[in-house]
């Protein structure tokens, strides 16, 4: 029963789980920061990283800028390029790992350096380990100009203790097929993790067609921490704005929050 995180089960049902998400809103956000942050040359190429099924990607690139989307998921991708076909969007993608872009066979067709680097929808806390985050931040960095923005939203720590876990479920009508999401939290608070397992049931009519179960570990962050890990990466964090509204600061009642960095070297 259990498959890869974001296996295939996962990436047809993903746009529907989360058709609520206002990616609009939140390229606008970007744009924001960008306009705000940015130093030197204007803000035209990106690598979107952790892109999922090319919901921000596509958009991005709707708006002008020259994007590379990467994840590791090979069913998300495939989401990905049929929605980017569909729209003719320009956006590019591109199977990789995170943890490869310190290396040399990650992002081939990133010739130059890009102007910015976003990772959405809490891609930061699958590094879950100091070793990971390093790793990860430095191959950022070594893709971006100096000066280049890395904007990650990610789940603010003192909201997350002060909710705690949660058990959620929910109903997905696609077709004639009903699919069924539950999800249970636990939460490991020496090692900062929050624990989601995630069961998929497809139903057709009462008749169980397919079931998968897969675990998320989503690290989850403290401001100063962020300052530490990414100043050893070779980046300077400038903002830790709430998420998405960034005029607020983050607050115990709200899980999202928003780490903007820039580039030193």
């Not at 998400?21 to 952790?50: H, I, N, P, Q, W």
């Not at 994007?67 to 956006?91: F, H, N, T, W, Y």
């Not at 077709?175 to 397992?197: C, F, K, N, P």
Request: proline share 3%; glycine share 8%; charged share 25%.
């Amino acid at each position: 029963m259990n498959e890869e995180t974001f296996g295939e089960l996962h990436a047809q049902v993903y746009d529907t789980l989360y058709a609520e998400k206002d990616y609009d809103a939140e390229c606008t956000v970007l744009e924001t920061l960008f306009a705000s942050y940015a130093t030197g040359a204007t803000t035209r190429s990106l690598l979107d990283l952790g892109c999922g099924t090319g919901n921000h990607a596509i958009r991005l690139a709707a708006r002008g800028y020259d994007v590379l989307g990467i994840d590791r998921s090979e069913p998300m991708l495939a989401v990905a390029r049929r929605k980017a076909d569909e729209l003719k969007a320009s956006a590019r993608f591109e199977l990789g790992d995170l943890r490869e872009l310190y290396g040399s066979r990650t992002l081939a067709q990133a010739a130059e350096p890009a102007d910015a680097a976003v990772m959405m929808f809490t891609v930061l806390g699958y590094l879950t380990t100091e070793t990971e985050l390093e790793q990860v931040l430095t191959g950022i960095r070594r893709r971006l100009r100096t000066g280049g923005l890395l904007i990650a939203d990610h789940w603010y720590g003192p909201a997350v203790l002060a909710g705690g876990p949660t058990t959620r479920v929910r109903f997905i009508e696609q077709d004639d097929m009903t699919v069924v999401r539950i999800a249970e939290g636990t939460i490991d608070l020496a090692r900062q993790i929050y624990t989601t397992t995630v069961r998929l049931l497809t139903l057709n009519g009462n008749l169980l067609v397919a079931d998968c179960e897969e675990t998320h570990n989503m690290r989850f962050f403290f401001p100063r921490e962020l300052h530490l890990i990414f100043s050893r990466s070779g980046f300077e964090v400038i903002a830790t704005p709430g998420f998405p509204d960034i005029s607020r600061e983050p607050s115990p009642s709200n899980w999202w929050a928003c780490v903007v960095a820039r580039s030193t070297s």
